[in-house]
């Protein structure tokens, strides 16, 4: 089964820019869409982007449309989130996810999940 380890976050100034790396690892990861959720204090999980590990599909939340791309490396089995121009308001625990029931926003999609990374924008 899919395992999922986030590492990248950190403290950042508002316009600056972090890449999160998401390592995946165990059977069956190409059969699945993975996904950045993220979720504030106080705050539901949202969806922040989403890719097809086979196609490369990719879709994205309007709030990061322009300013985060997602990308992976099949090779190494590798998620990344490149995150440019940032807000205070993207200030959240980051989590990858992995989920055989296409690419899709709701976080009920996605059955695998990893611990979490904090990102933390200062204005």
């Known amino acids: 089964q899919v395992q999922l380890v986030e590492s990248g976050g950190g403290l950042v100034q508002a316009g600056g820019s972090l890449r999160l790396s998401c390592q995946g690892s165990?059977?069956?990861?190409?059969?699945?869409?993975m996904a950045w959720f993220r979720q504030a204090p106080g705050k539901e999980r949202e969806f922040v982007a989403g890719?097809?590990?086979?196609?490369?599909?990719?879709e994205y939340a309007n709030a990061v449309k322009g300013r985060f791309t997602i990308s992976r490396d099949k090779s190494k089995n590798m998620l990344y989130l490149q995150m440019n121009s940032l807000k205070s308001e993207d200030t959240a625990v980051y989590y990858c996810?992995?989920?055989?029931?296409?690419?899709?926003?709701?976080?009920?999609?996605?059955?695998?999940w990893g611990q979490g990374t904090q990102v933390t924008v200062s204005s």
């Open positions: 890719l097809h590990w086979i196609g490369g599909q990719t």
């Open positions: 165990g059977v069956g990861f190409d059969r699945y869409a």
């Open positions: 996810a992995a989920g055989p029931f296409g690419l899709r926003a709701h976080p009920g999609s996605y059955d695998r």
